[in-house]
């Protein structure tokens, strides 16, 4: 937003401000933003009106011009010139000697041709008015001698740049950024008033809504007899202080109205118009509209438009239609000034990708109180800079306008503001503050029942006006302090929302104490990267910011498989890459293929959000420096990493199962992305709930991956839900010794060591503490399909020794039970 100075200063006196540049401090105090002051007139300083009081060929040049110049000192001074457009008497632009111009030329005091020039007369080019220009600048006659060029051409004005919060939709033009400065310095505001415009009534074309609430109201006004041709050098100035071009006078007093006011307005030809009505409507699909800027749209039926009786004349609230825009022939004009919803204004600007000064402010919420000074004002600009009378005014008011906007009034009391605040702020003080704002204040004892102004949209609870009253005493007021430290309540500590916190905080630790870094990636991706570890999104956006951020995923690996390929490509030494990620956060499934969503927005469409946790690694056993071992990863370390995980979250019922053939997994495609024979299920009790091992050979050969990723995946709320995060309790160490047994066992291939240890442990019941397989040998003379395994059995009773006799009879037990369930022997 560009806020122009002189024009500012016809709204709100300045004088108490001083500069534009303590303005800009001002408004950047108050949460309004400078990005910067720019000064029309920079490069103008030491440039004044001169008249040619003499004009001769110089002595030693045929093509330069010898002048005296005289700037009204009664000096004249001696200037060589190679123009020849003017002649004595002329007023020109003078450059003095020190003067550095826009274009950057310093102007200096020289010999051209053995004589001496004391300063240069300008072109437009020379002064940045003009790309190109033949001659120089020659100003009217009478123009006063030795006035400052940038005053003479309207190039005084200062202009000043903001970055408004959305939320601050009323400063979108100069009256808002005026009232602010009312309301700061104690100033009177200059609102304009325009005359009057006659009851609804008489004009030969009507306004209709059929739009229900997305068009609260819709205002016109017939004016007959315009002459469409260029602006004023007044109106121009502004519009090009306001980085806007001038079109023509019709045209230009729309933008003006924009600018001034903040409330987007249009003009139609009305005899380009079909009927004697126009309507707010939501258009049709298949539609198409000519819009002003000579594209043609085609519109889906989710676009509110206005429309005449038999074609749509313009994207409401967006741009206007080509197919009834003023041109030079334009006699009689209907204007337009309505109310369009927010919602509805941004989605069809962001589809039709018509971001313009008339959407961004809808976009933010318009004065629903302003619509009748802003067609005032338009009308009184049309017909002052264009001609023409006012025929008639048509008004067309939703329920929600017909009897007046209900603004809602908040309960405050002034003593909440300085407790909010930290501050100790008289009743007056405030009362002083939200009054200038415009908001009215009913007392009832302690408690106020204050109503804010119709603009600012933005006030709806007691927080807002706290914010509202620090912002106009100064955020410098507010002390610096150390929050005091109150224990939580009981009941919030206790609460779903923060034991999940706490448990997604507990494993992120565990998991970068392992050695593993977090990632955080988009919840975004590309169909075609997804279909490359055989996943298929069912959510799809309308949407999408790219197309590699065209569908939700279903699965965090392809995440975490892309940033390690995004480090392998920055990875240009010859040890191998040491690779530790892991991300936990949600995945996203929708109830079928093909499902679609909008970005940004929340509704209630069956999509299954599911928190998961997933990590990659790769690279060698021990980072480098720590080991001379250089041996890449493996299985059983993936194994030993995920066996802590789960005993540091103490999760139980938590087991593997194998993954190859004939193992009975659901039917998921992300267990297809894993290494058949080295890559394990995770169970949680009887049910599936991920899996982890190597990438499969064939994506990893698709990616080109240079070394071995080892990846996992398992559902975070289901393995959350089996952790037991309860404080870890100081256990002495057992006074009783106790007994190990080692078992060679003879396996068929196929059975889990899992299953070996579970059976170990229900047979060896209550003195089997702990079985652990060690070892692990194929090859001769363990016969083919088999594989010999040492398992490991501690026996303890923590209330006495245990006999040898008694660690006998429970391995004879184990032996048993190992053999009748899984047909395992010892090996001979």
């Given at each position: ?9 016809t709204l ?10 303590k303005l800009a401090e001002?408004?950047t105090g ?5 990005e910067a002051v ?6 103008f300083e ?6 040619v009081?003499?004009?001769e060929k110089?002595p ?9 110049v005289?700037?009204?000192?009664g000096?004249?001074l001696?200037?060589?010139c ?9 007023v ?5 000697v020190?003067?550095?111009l826009?274009n ?5 005091a020289g010999?051209?041709?053995d004589?001496?020039?004391n ?6 080019e020379e002064l940045?008015?003009a ?11 009478g123009?006063?001698l030795?006035k400052?060029?940038?005053e003479?051409l309207?190039?005084d ?13 009323d400063c979108?033009?100069?009256?808002g950024?005026?009232?602010e400065?009312a ?6 505001l200059?609102a ?5 415009l006659p009851a609804?009534?008489a004009s030969?074309i ?11 109201q819709?205002l016109?006004?017939f ?7 260029p602006?004023?050098d007044?109106v121009?100035?502004?519009l090009?202080?306001m980085g806007?071009r ?5 045209v ?8 001034e006011?903040?409330?987007p307005?249009?003009a139609?030809d009305?005899?380009r118009l079909e009927?004697?009505?126009?309507r707010v409507?939501?258009?049709?699909a298949?539609?198409?509209l000519?819009?002003?800027?000579g594209?043609?749209v ?28 003023v041109?030079e022939?334009?006699v ?8 369009f919803?927010?919602?509805?204004t941004r989605?069809?600007?962001?589809r039709f990708?018509?971001h ?5 402010r809808f976009e ?23 001609g023409g009378?006012?025929v008639?005014?048509a008004e ?9 906007l209900k603004?809602a009034q ?6 909440f503001i300085?407790r909010f605040l930290?501050l100790e ?15 009215a ?17 933005d006030?709806s609870i007691r ?7 620090a ?12 929050p005091?430290?109150?224990?939580a ?13 706490e ?19 988009y919840?975004?991706?590309?169909r075609e990267?997804?279909?490359k570890f ?10 999408p910011l790219?197309?590699?951020q ?5 699965s965090l690996v ?10 392998q490509?920055k ?14 956060r949600?995945s996203?499934?929708g109830?079928g293929a ?9 509704t209630?469409t069956g ?10 690694l ?13 041996k890449?990863?493996d299985f ?8 802590q995980?789960v005993e ?8 593997l ?7 009975r ?14 890559s394990v299920?995770?169970?949680?009790g009887?049910?599936v ?14 990616l080109?991956l240079r070394a ?5 995946e398992v ?13 870890r ?13 080692d078992f ?16 170990a442990?229900?047979?060896?019941k ?5 079985v652990?397989?060690?070892?692990i040998?194929r090859?001769s ?7 010999s395994?040492?398992v490991r059995?501690?026996f ?5 020794s ?6 006998d009879e ?5 032996l048993a039970?190992w053999?009748s369930?899984?047909?395992?022997d010892l090996?001979?």
């Open positions: 937003m560009k806020v122009s100075w002189n024009w500012l200063s709100v006196d300045l004088s108490a401000v001083g500069t534009p540049e001002i408004l108050l949460g309004l933003e400078v720019n000064r029309q007139g920079a490069g030491q440039v004044v009106s001169a008249r009081v003499k004009k110089h030693g040049a045929d093509r330069l011009n010898l002048c005296q005289d700037s009204g000192d000096k004249p001696q200037i060589v190679g123009a020849h457009n003017f002649k004595e008497g002329d020109v632009c003078l450059a003095q020190g003067a550095k826009p950057g030329m310093q102007i200096k010999k051209i041709r004589v001496l020039s300063g240069m007369l300008c072109s437009e940045a008015l790309a190109k220009s033949e001659g120089i600048l020659v100003l009217p006659a123009t006063p030795g400052p060029v940038a003479i309207g190039r004005d200062t202009t000043l740049e903001l970055k408004l919060t959305p939320n601050r939709g979108l033009s100069l009256l950024v005026a009232r400065v309301a700061f310095t104690g100033a009177a200059k304009p008033l325009p005359k009057g609804a009534g030969p009507s306004t209709a809504l059929e739009a229900g609430e997305f068009a609260p819709f016109g006004c004016i007959r007899g315009v002459r469409v041709g602006s004023p007044w121009r100035k502004r090009e202080a806007a001038s079109i023509s006078n019709v230009d007093a729309t933008n003006l109205v924009l600018y006011l903040g409330q307005v249009h139609y009305a005899k009927g004697k009505q126009l409507r939501m258009s049709r298949g539609e198409e000519p819009l002003l800027d594209t043609t085609k519109l889906t039926g989710e676009e509110l438009v206005i429309a005449d009786e038999k074609k749509p004349v313009s994207l409401a609230g967006v741009m206007g239609g080509g197919n009834s825009e041109t022939a334009t009689d004009v209907f204007l337009e000034c309505a109310e919803d927010p919602v509805k989605r069809a600007a962001s990708v018509k313009t000064d008339s959407s961004h933010r919420g318009v004065n629903p109180e302003g619509q009748r000074l802003a067609l005032a004002r338009l009308a009184g600009l049309v017909t002052e800079l264009a009378a006012v008639g005014v067309a008011v939703g329920p929600a306008r017909g009897a007046g603004r908040v309960e405050l009391e002034p003593a300085g930290g702020i008289p009743d007056a003080e405030v009362e002083r503050v939200l009054s200038r704002l415009g908001c204040i009913e007392k009832s004892g302690a408690k106020w029942q204050v109503t804010p102004p119709a603009h600012r949209l006030l927080e807002d006006f706290a914010e509202e009253v912002r106009f005493l100064g955020y410098d007021r507010i002390p610096s302090t150390i005091a430290l109150t224990n309540p009981t009941s919030l500590l206790d609460s779903p929302a923060a034991q999940s916190f448990a997604l905080e507990r494993v992120k630790d565990i998991l970068a104490s392992q050695g593993l870094r977090e990632t955080v990636s919840s975004f991706t590309s990267w997804l279909a055989g996943l298929e999104s069912s959510l799809t956006l309308i949407n790219s197309s590699d065209e569908a939700m995923t279903p392809p995440g975490l498989v892309a940033a390690a390929l995004e480090n490509r990875h240009f030494g010859s040890e191998a890459l040491e690779l530790r990620l892991f991300e936990v949600p996203f499934q109830p093909g499902t679609a969503v909008h970005s940004k927005s929340r209630d999509v299954t959000e599911t928190w998961r946790l997933a990590f990659a790769s690279g060698t056993r021990y980072q480098e420096g720590l080991q001379a071992d250089r890449p990863l059983y370390d993936l194994k030993a990493q995920w066996e995980l540091r979250l103490g999760a139980r019922g938590v087991r199962t194998a993954m190859g053939e004939g193992s997994l659901p039917a998921d495609p992300r267990y297809g992305m894993f290494h058949p024979g080295q299920a995770v169970l949680g009887k049910e709930i991920g899996a982890w091992g190597l990438l499969h050979p064939r994506i990893a050969k698709e080109k071995p990723l080892w990846i996992g559902d975070w709320d289901a393995l959350r839900k089996l952790a037991r995060f309860a404080p309790e100081f256990k002495a160490w057992g006074e009783h010794p106790g007994m190990e047994r060679a066992l003879l396996v068929r291939d196929g059975i889990d060591a899992d299953k070996i240890t579970q059976v442990l229900a047979a060896g209550p003195l089997a503490k702990v652990r397989v060690f070892d040998y090859g003379p363990v016969p083919e399909g088999m594989t395994i040492a059995v501690i303890l009773d923590d209330s006495r245990l006999q040898e006799a008694e660690a429970v391995s004879g037990k184990i039970r053999k369930e899984l047909g395992i090996r001979g």
